[in-house]
């Protein structure tokens, strides 16, 4: 049995009015630690423990983090998470509910990362938050389940932090023989890592990231998702900080889920609508995150909204 869950895939009859078309949800959301991650999380660490792993490391403050430490929890392998200083303190919290080990290092994912590799072990596995084919595999069961429900999208909504859902959702529409189906491909303007990288037809590293949808901030995405570029349809959208903010009050509102910014920026497109008018039946991936409550999302957006 997998980790993850088999999520519901319902209609959206409010984000289909928003965007004149029918708009389905896969409500990732709703997985048991919040997010999308635990598929190839899920997958990576069944292999690794398969192999003979004794601990998972982490270098993820976010719902990657969460994941590997809900997997490490269920299959009673213990787990250590090296978090930058800006994680929140209810993302340690989180990370702490599940029984992780959790260290603060450094003033961003890369430095936290940095520690990380170098407390790997002989019998340790490393999970990346976003760059293993192990994790794409994983995530692609997202579009099996679709497939397999029988209503092929027109199209695929997604939000892009450094690509990992991204190689995911790519690979599963090309195994279930979708290759005509394209995706569109959100990010924050301040953790526009893939749009940077459309530009010029390579991975670009960022100076900084300014967005508060801090799970979109990876400052490079991963290579894979820009060789994709090549074998399929992606468009890159972009959206502010204030509009993700406003999709996930307005998606609270509609459907009683409260997500992160990270998710609220591909929600926001929807609900912008125009990016959509070409498609009649839109998939959006609703890939959840579970660090942020309704109190946050209200200052970050009176924060956005006097320093626009
Ligand atoms: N979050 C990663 C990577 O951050 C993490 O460490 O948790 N939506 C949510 C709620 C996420 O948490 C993430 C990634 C994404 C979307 C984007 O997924 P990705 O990184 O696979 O493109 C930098």
């Known amino acids: 049995m997998p980790l993850h869950i088999n999520t519901p895939l319902i209609e959206s009859r409010p984000l289909s009015i928003a965007a004149h078309c029918t708009v389905n949800l896969k409500l990732d959301a709703l997985q048991p630690c919040g997010s999308f991650k635990l598929r190839g999380v899920g997958h990576a660490c069944e292999i690794h423990r398969a192999n003979g792993a004794q601990r998972f490391i982490s270098s993820s403050g976010g719902n990657a983090g969460l994941a590997v430490a809900y997997a490490g929890r269920k299959m009673g392998v213990p787990v250590v998470v090296v978090v930058p200083e800006t994680t929140t303190e209810r993302a340690k919290e989180l990370l702490a509910l599940e029984g992780a080990e959790v260290i603060v290092h450094g ?132 959206v502010s900080d204030q509009q993700a903010l406003d999709a996930c009050e307005r998606f609270l509102f509609d459907h009683r889920i409260l997500v992160e910014p990270a998710c609220g920026a591909a929600l926001a497109v929807v609900y912008k609508g125009a990016a959509l008018k070409s498609f009649s039946n839109v998939l959006v991936v609703v890939c959840g995150g579970a660090t942020a409550s309704l109190e946050q999302i209200r200052l970050w957006a009176q924060k956005t909204a006097n320093n626009p």
């Open 107 to 238: 003033s961003s994912w890369q430095e936290a990362n940095q520690l990380a590799q170098g407390l790997i072990k002989g019998s340790d596995a490393f999970i990346h938050p976003f760059d293993d084919p192990l994790l794409w595999t994983g995530h692609a069961s997202l579009i099996d389940e679709v497939a397999a429900s029988g209503q092929k999208p027109d199209a695929v909504v997604l939000s892009v932090g450094g690509g990992g859902l991204l190689c995911g959702v790519v690979e599963g529409l090309q195994r279930n023989g979708w290759h005509d189906v394209p995706v569109i491909a959100v990010e924050t303007q301040g953790a526009a890592s893939f749009h940077a990288a459309t530009l010029v037809g390579k991975p670009v590293q960022l100076d900084q990231i300014t967005s508060i949808a801090t799970s979109l901030g990876a400052k490079r995405v991963c290579d894979q998702a820009v060789n994709y570029l090549a074998s399929h349809s992606i468009h890159s959208e972009l």
